[in-house]
């Protein structure tokens, strides 16, 4: 069976941090690349950042210097250190595996979705 299970969500007053964290069963994170994605009420999924197999990282330009995705193979987890975050970055956010070693950013290149984590910003 593929998990992967999201943590570290909550509430933080704006240009406070949070970090992220997901993690993935054996099978789910194998050779593959991980993403986060957001979604914020009446709005679309949206792509924040994806980390590669090899480690290649690749930002959504709304976070691009403020969030920092990485992962731990060893661990099957991936991390999202947000950091400077802004009420605007009020979602939830999700981690998924991508079905490619490679840095993809839509979602349907993605197969395994975790249940999401909620992070609020208050101003």
């Known amino acids: 069976q593929v998990h992967v299970v999201e943590s570290g969500g909550g509430l933080v007053q704006a240009g406070g941090s949070l970090r992220l964290s997901c993690a993935a069963s054996?099978?789910?994170?194998?050779?593959?690349?991980m993403g986060w994605f957001r979604q914020a009420p009446g709005k679309e999924r949206e792509f924040v950042a994806v980390?590669?197999?090899?480690?290649?990282?690749y930002y959504a330009d709304s976070v691009k210097g403020r969030f920092t995705i990485s992962r731990d193979n060893a661990k099957n987890t991936v991390y999202l250190q947000m950091n400077s975050l802004k009420p605007e970055d009020t979602a939830a956010y999700y981690c998924?595996?991508?079905?490619?070693?490679?840095?993809?950013?839509?979602?349907?290149?993605?197969?395994?979705w975790g249940q999401g984590t909620q992070v609020t910003v208050s101003s």
């Open positions: 998924a595996r991508a079905g490619t070693s490679a840095a993809v950013v839509t979602p349907g290149s993605y197969d395994y």
């Open positions: 054996a099978r789910a994170f194998s050779r593959n690349a």
């Open positions: 980390i590669s197999w090899s480690g290649s990282t």
